[in-house]
């Protein structure tokens, strides 16, 4: 069975501009959540969707956003981005929103220049 | 609220040395802890968890760690390191008694091993 998928693998985008991301979860899985990893720290929780509902969000600005489709994949939109966005954005699935048996997707690199 | 602490950002050992990487955590209610490897350019595998029970608990690749609540603790160890676990650690903590499956996740450790 395939595993958590991210596209793209990698990504250059200037000061401004708005990026999404995209995931695909486990089969049967139906919560996604979404994390950003900054060079040199561990990941940091942006958002959870469970059945195409956002279930929890962290402490991110507005410029963030993400939805969940009915096949349960998941888009992340920046907006207006900045040098600081450059991270790596994971994306972790697991079967129902209250569960801790996450399995994470290889990540999208996100550069900002 | 929930938060984690690894000492020391970096851990260098010899293949064939004990791995010892430490991790602290802070928790107002009955903690679920977690021990991350991430490799380069790949996303973080889960090694091993504690949610209840036997508190030394077995994860993959030989790697153990044990849950000492007195000392809110939870540190990985592997008795013979090889040169295939140098990678990126993390620890993680969560809280689902206290309404929260969100993991917390520490700065990180890097293994090195040397031949």
């Known amino acids: 069975d395939a595993g958590v998928t991210q596209s793209p693998t990698h990504l250059i985008k200037t000061r401004g501009q708005h990026v999404t991301l995209r995931c695909s979860p486990i089969s049967g899985h139906k919560s996604v959540s979404w994390y950003q990893q900054v060079l040199g720290q561990g990941p940091q929780f942006i958002f959870q969707?469970?059945?195409?509902?956002?279930?929890g969000r962290g402490n991110f600005p507005d410029r963030f956003s993400a939805r969940q489709f009915p096949n349960y994949s998941s888009e992340l939109n920046v907006n207006a981005l900045l040098l600081g966005d450059s991270a790596l954005y994971l994306c972790?699935?697991?079967?129902?929103?209250?569960?801790?048996?996450?399995?994470f997707g290889p990540g999208t690199r996100l550069t900002v220049t | 609220a929930q938060s984690v602490t690894q000492l020391g950002s970096h851990v260098s050992v010899s293949e064939g040395a004990l791995v010892l990487l430490r991790c602290n955590y802070s928790?107002?209610?009955?903690?679920?802890l977690f021990w991350y490897v991430q490799y380069p350019n790949q996303g973080l595998q889960l090694l091993l968890k504690?949610?209840?029970?036997?508190?030394l608990v077995k994860g993959i690749n030989g790697f153990e760690a044990e849950f000492k609540k007195s000392e809110t603790s939870f540190h990985l160890t592997k008795p013979s390191a090889h040169m295939s676990d140098a990678a990126e650690y993390f620890c993680a903590v969560s809280s689902p008694s206290g309404g929260s499956y969100i993991p917390t996740f520490g700065r990180g450790t890097s293994l090195i091993v040397h031949p």
């Open positions: 972790a699935s697991s079967l129902i929103a209250h569960s801790y048996e996450q399995y």
């Open positions: 504690y949610t209840t029970g036997a508190t």
């Open positions: 969707y469970y059945e195409k509902e956002e279930r």
């Open positions: 928790s107002s209610v009955p903690p679920y």
